[in-house]
């Protein structure tokens, strides 16, 4: 199927409160703007420098999330114009978004993502040290970062009873954190950001309000993922 085709499938199967980022990474900016073209506006990559190309050379009305593992040198690049971070998992990478949106004169919105898979690959913070960081008095001193939420990849696997699993564990974390920690000008959590290709449907039945789609939409990636 086309790009169109697959986007207006996806979008038609969604509920209205569920947001799709389309990722993009390793694709062609001509891919991309097909995508544009069919009237899509939020698009996901994995990598600062991909996505700091990309960004120049496409609509400036784009929002662009930054959803894969971000290093702290980094954050300077994105800083000006990255929509959402889904992938904050650490005090210090925090330290750095609120430092370089001062810079720029903007409030940067993140989620912090959270370790759920059984995996030994994936970046997060566990629900432990997550519920720990939104209490700290070094997040409360923060003026140029809002937590909005939540991100987490359930583990790759065929096991559909170990993700959903997985997906539940995160929107039970979800609810406890809206629950039990106070909004403030600076955590106002309403995204929840997980589903994948594979598993999307999954996540969207589990609660998840944001998925991040990219081989559904563009087909297969034609490299070796790390
Ligand atoms: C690549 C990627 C996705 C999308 O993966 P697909 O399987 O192509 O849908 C989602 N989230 C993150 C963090 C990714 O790196």
């Known amino acids: 199927m086309s790009i169109p085709g697959n986007l207006s499938k996806i979008t038609s199967s969604l509920p209205a409160s569920v947001k799709l980022i389309v990722v993009t990474k390793t694709h062609p900016v001509e891919m991309i703007k097909e995508a544009y ?6 698009f996901g990559e994995n990598k600062v420098q991909e996505l700091v190309q990309k960004e120049k050379l496409l609509p400036k009305d784009i929002q662009w999330h930054l959803i ?14 990255v929509n959402l971070i889904h992938s904050i998992d650490s005090m210090k990478l925090l330290k750095e978004v609120d430092k370089q949106g001062e810079k720029c004169k903007r409030v940067i919105d993140c989620l ?3 370790y759920i898979a059984s995996e030994e690959s994936k970046f997060g913070l566990d629900f432990q040290e997550a519920y720990a960081l939104l209490q700290s008095e070094e997040f409360k001193a923060l003026y140029n970062v809002r937590i909005v939420g939540l991100m987490g990849m359930a583990t790759n696997t065929d096991d559909s009873i170990q993700v959903r699993k997985e997906f539940k564990s995160l929107k039970v974390f ?3 954190i809206k629950k039990e920690i ?6 106002q959590p309403t995204i929840l950001s997980m589903g994948m290709s594979s598993d999307y449907q999954m996540a969207v ?3 998840s309000t944001m998925i991040r789609v990219g081989s559904a939409i563009f087909g297969n990636r034609s490299y070796l993922e790390g």
Do not use: D, T, W, Y
Not at 37 to 42: I, K, N, Q
């Open 37 to 42: 073209s069919a009237g899509h506006r939020m």
């Open 68 to 81: 894969g593992h971000l290093q702290s040198n980094k954050v300077k690049e994105v800083a000006p114009f």
């Open 112 to 114: 912090l993502q959270i």
């Open 174 to 176: 979800f609810e406890k």
């Open 182 to 187: 106070l909004p403030s000008p600076n955590f």
């Open 205 to 207: 039945e589990e609660g």
